[in-house]
């Protein structure tokens, strides 16, 4: 595993150099999008995340309808992560920035793309399927750890 969704950029390379399996997020949460039949999901994430293609890219190759919030969502979320979250804050402020950003995409679903993302939205907050990343891979771990 590779427990953060931003490292997934050196999956394909970590993969090639390792002779076990490689529990891949993308996968994971490509798999639980298909299983809830969800239409369009939105990703919020890191800018890395969200801005290069070995994430979204990577979902859109699988068949998988994912929409990138635009550039001034974007810098906020990233900002948010980087300046609150990854410290440990979860401010009101953010949590209802987050929520006005993701009500103003045409979803049925919405990627928490960042391991932290959880600590300030969760699915008791929207109305949408929430697919939080952390808790997803981990399960699946899991799966895996106790499968014969």
Do not use: W
């Not at 394909?12 to 969800?38: A, F, G, M, S, W």
């Not at 239409?39 to 969200?50: E, P």
């Not at 993302?117 to 750890?145: C, P, R, W, Y």
Request: charged share 25%; aromatic share 6%; net charge negative.
């Amino acid at each position: 595993m590779i427990a953060t969704n931003t490292m997934h950029k050196v999956a394909d390379e970590v993969r090639n150099l390792i002779n076990i399996p490689l529990i891949d997020i993308r996968d994971t949460i490509i798999e639980e999008i298909k299983k809830q039949n969800l239409k369009s999901v939105l990703l919020v994430g890191t800018k890395f995340t969200m801005e290069d293609d070995f994430y979204v890219g990577y979902l859109k190759n699988r068949g998988i309808n994912v929409i990138v919030p635009n550039e001034k969502h974007r810098n906020l979320i990233h900002k948010v992560i980087f300046d609150e979250l990854c410290l440990g804050i979860t401010r009101n402020s953010s949590k209802q920035e987050f929520l006005k950003i993701i009500a103003s995409y045409n979803i049925d679903g919405v990627i928490l793309g960042c391991t932290e993302i959880g600590m300030l939205v969760g699915q008791d907050d929207l109305n949408i399927s929430v697919l939080d990343t952390t808790v997803i891979h981990a399960k699946k771990a899991v799966e895996f750890m106790l499968d014969d």
